[in-house]
C-alpha cells in the first residue's frame, strides 16, 4: 500500500504534463489543416524537389 502514495503522485504529475503539451499544440495550432496535409502529401503538385 504504501507504493501507491508514490505512484498516485507521479501518474498524476505525469499526465498533467501530458495534458499541457496537448494545451501547448492546440495553441501552437498544430491540429489547424489535418485533412489538406493528408492531401498534400499525396499530391505533386507541391513538390519541393526541382524537376530535372
Known sequence: MSVLSYLIPISLFLGGIGLAAFF????????EDPKGDGERILSD????????
Open 24 to 31: 501547448w499544440s492546440l495553441k501552437a495550432r498544430q491540429y
Open 45 to 52: 503538385e507541391y513538390d519541393d524537389h526541382p524537376k530535372p
